[in-house]
């Protein structure tokens, strides 16, 4: 494979900058000139599919240096998920805890919150559900029940909607959230993630962008489909030390 598709070269020739799939074509033009543009593509997908190189944005590409994304998903993630499917099998479901977040963090959390997404239409339903076995489960809660319930140091468990187009992914057979939504709903949802705003805030995403593979046309998306990109943007380049040309949002 490398011979044909000269990673090596390739490495050295781009370097740690962003390249759009004319540079590339141009780059292999060089060693290949009779290269079409299927041939291109068909390239592109492999090399994305084998993690040598990542789209940052749609039609533009790093090399790939960076882990994916790939949090732990444990066992009780895993029975929670499938006694919300069972009972609910129609719904779309997304479930994670935020103890994701704590090897990126100064100050550590007391509470470690399992947060569970479902459609809107079945959100109440669920939180019903859940409720007859459990005296810690949360709708949607506001600031004061979060103040108040939430920072005692009790785990809790929280039900709020899942947005249609959300980037959730596949990970041991549940759906988790991508780590792109959990940046821009950190940034959004302020009540709920009281514990990680401000400097903890932009640890996590400096962590985040120097351990892992953002694809920022995703970052981009949930931003605008959440109406915050203008401000999350600003607060990437003027509150963290996260390096101007990785960000492309």
């Known amino acids: 494979m490398n011979e044909k598709f000269r990673i090596e070269e390739m490495k050295e020739y781009f ?3 962003s ?17 079409n543009e299927n041939t291109l593509r068909w390239r592109i997908y492999n090399l994305k599919k084998r993690r040598i190189i990542s789209s940052v944005k749609r039609g533009t ?3 790939e240096s960076r882990n994916i994304f790939s949090p732990p998903v444990n066992q009780s993630l895993k029975r929670m998920y499938k006694k919300i499917k069972e009972r609910f099998p129609y719904s779309e479901v997304s479930i994670w805890e ?8 100064l100050h550590q959390p007391i509470t470690d919150n ?6 809107r239409d079945a ?4 939180f019903s559900f859940l409720q007859k076995t459990k005296n810690n489960v949360f709708l949607n809660p506001n600031r004061h029940e979060v103040e108040t ?9 929280i039900v709020k909607n899942l947005l249609a187009e959300s980037p959730i992914q596949l990970k041991d057979k549940i759906y988790v959230p991508k780590i792109e939504k959990i940046m821009v709903d950190l940034f959004t949802d302020k009540d709920l993630f009281i514990m990680y705003q401000g ?11 120097e351990s892992y593979s953002i694809n920022q046309s995703t970052l981009n998306r949930y931003a605008t489909k959440r109406k915050v990109k203008e401000r999350f943007m600003s607060f990437l380049i003027e509150l963290t030390s996260v390096e101007r040309e990785k960000i492309y949002i």
Do not use: C, H, P
């Not at 759009?20 to 780059?27: E, H, N």
């Open 98 to 105: 935020t103890n994701w977040l704590a090897n990126y963090m």
């Open 19 to 35: 390249f759009i799939s004319r540079a590339l074509y141009q780059f292999y033009l060089n060693y290949e000139s009779d290269l």
């Open 114 to 119: 399992m947060i569970i997404e479902v459609d």
């Open 149 to 157: 319930y939430l920072l005692t140091g009790r785990n809790n468990i």
């Open 199 to 209: 400097k903890e805030l932009a640890n996590i995403f400096e962590a985040f962008f």
């Open 123 to 126: 959100m109440v339903s669920v």
């Open 61 to 63: 590409y790093i090399i």
């Open 15 to 17: 370097g740690k900058m």
